[in-house]
């Protein structure tokens, strides 16, 4: 059996301090989930209401909560693979080190 585990299993386990609450979530609810239709709710009813800071407020949070952690995911994972595989530009690979 090899170690791949199925996305669907990976989950994210987020510890509340102030509440002392656990919330158990897979990647895909944490960046497409429930939390993140509601704010797109609220932002389509700012800008129904033309609401500039209101619109302006969830637009920020959309863009947390879908932009950047799915940025996050790709580029450490782009980083992971240009630093194991060397195809970032002016990388250093093994044979540029010097040996003693």
């Given at each position: 059996?090899?170690?791949?585990v199925?996305?669907?299993?990976?989950?994210?386990?987020?510890?509340?301090?102030?509440?002392?609450?656990?919330?158990?979530?897979?990647?895909?609810?944490?960046?497409?989930?429930?939390?993140?239709?509601?704010?797109?709710?609220?932002?389509?009813?700012?800008?129904?209401?033309?609401?500039?800071?209101?619109?302006?407020?969830?637009?920020?949070?959309?863009?947390?909560?879908?932009?950047?952690?799915?940025?996050g995911?790709?580029?450490?994972?782009?980083?992971?693979?240009?630093?194991?595989?060397?195809?970032?530009?002016?990388?250093?690979?093994?044979?540029?080190?010097?040996?003693?």
């Open positions: 059996m090899s170690g791949h199925p996305p669907e299993w990976s989950v994210t386990i987020i510890r509340n301090r102030r509440s002392r609450s656990t919330e158990i979530r897979t990647p895909r609810e944490r960046i497409l989930g429930t939390g993140t239709r509601n704010t797109l709710d609220d932002l389509a009813r700012a800008l129904a209401a033309r609401d500039k800071p209101q619109t302006g407020r969830w637009l920020g949070s959309a863009a947390v909560q879908v932009c950047a952690r799915c940025h995911v790709h580029r450490t994972l782009s980083d992971l693979r240009n630093q194991l595989f060397d195809l970032g530009q002016g990388g250093s690979s093994v044979d540029d080190v010097e040996g003693d």
